[in-house]
């Protein structure tokens, strides 16, 4: 019997996850069929909406990391974790991290707030995902500065319009 | 509407110790927007934010919206500070708010 | 005979073939067996299956008082854990006392009213929901074993002949995907045995815990044949078939389903 499901995908950027990619043939599915990951740059539509919580800031790529399926089995219910590399000190900590689904009805998806207490910058959670699409993390330094990281993600039992 | 929650800690820490909560928490967290049979929609019904707090200060905050899952669960980190409540506030669109607390003790 | 002529006689052949291709009841999988690695460590997960929560609900009903005066479940059925672990492994089971067919939610509701002596929850109400999941987890891990012969028989083979009949506009039958194509992908699913062993389930298209019967409900919507009513006899009956294929396998109830 095929495998269901297509490995997990840990996105940090940059560079296309060749392991996940070789999973993935070996699996049995098309890596032609699996759209390229850290080719595609954002729309300017997403882009747009970065640049509304960065305040205009260009994101850059680096120090964070999106780990999300590349083929999710059921948009109702997605694991998603971020983490950020960062000492968590008062001097350097992340303060908050963004999720956006480009493609959802409400693409602002959630925000993580921390700060040094929290000792790491590692947050999960069950995202409900409507379609395929690409998923972006931003996260918020201390020092002003912004990162971010995304995943082109396939859904095939999309939440919002098959059922759920 | 049972409003319910787990919150899972590790039972003892060390000072200083970074531990992991895990929270999942029972709420159908609807969307809304569907067609309500009289013409209307049915309103969009969600917990839009958690809130922890620990010795003394916020220690997390998630804000949700549409797009976190029914029946959401979400882990974060914290630094074992003292023996004490970890308070966990939810806030309801409409306003209506769900308290739960757990215990963490640091030896 | 024509080329035509031994082509649609090969396709007949084929397809009785296909037909008696029955399993062995040993070859019967759990839908667990169908989850993603992921979902299948989500579901053993008391800190991430939504569904217990679904069974603590059910275990303070258990204990709660009707009304002031009356009598809680616990009040008949002391120490539960113990005396009603493996029951739910039983059910679909004939009552002795009326001769019909019931599954757990009729047991529970059955007990409520006439012992009870309150209204019925309600099929697929939460309370009734919670009721079944709590009582399912008591046996979760133990052997489906329901009798399928005696007063049972007549069910049994009205559930056989339900699951073998094609159904629906799509004129499909049950047997056909959940013998025949086992394995096979149905958009983006896999097809399972339909074996129904961790219901109640907390299925993901409908963010939400419920019992096998809107799952039946769910399968016959999708051949677009009839939806029969909750706790009706043609469900109950291929419930009891259903439970007969599953003969061995664990109760996984509360289980996780996309």
Redesign the interface.
Known sequence: MSSAISPRSRHSEPGLDRRSVLAGATAGLLVAALPARAATEPSPELAQLIARITEGAVPERGRITLDIPALVENGNSVDTRIVVESPMTDADHVRWIHLIAEKNPFPDMARFHLGPRAGRAEVATTLRLAQSQKITAVAALSGGAFVLADADIVVTLSACIDGG | M?F?A?I?LPPTASVGE?VEI?V?T?H??D?G?QSDGRGGTVPRKILNRLTAT?AG?P?????????????????????A?ATGDIVFEWREDGGATYTRTARLTVT | MSGRGRLIQGAFALGLAALAAVPALSEIKSGTEFLSPDMRRQQADETRNPAFFWVEQGRELFSRKPTPDGQACVSCHADPQQSLRGTAAHYPQVDAATAKLLNLEGRIEQCRVERQGQPAFGYESPELLAMTAYLGSLSRGLPVEVKTDGAAKPYYEAGKAFFERRQGQLNLSCQQCHDGLVGQKLRGDTVSHGAGTGYPAYRLEWNDVGSLHRRLRACSLGVRATQFDYGSPEYLALELYLAGRAKGLPVETPGMRR
Do not use: C, K, Q, W
């Open positions: 049972t319910n787990r899972t970074i895990r999942l029972r159908p967290m969307r927007g620990y200060e220690i997390f905050r998630f804000d949700m919206h549409t797009g976190v899952a029914a029946n959401p669960f979400v882990s974060f980190t914290t630094r500070v």
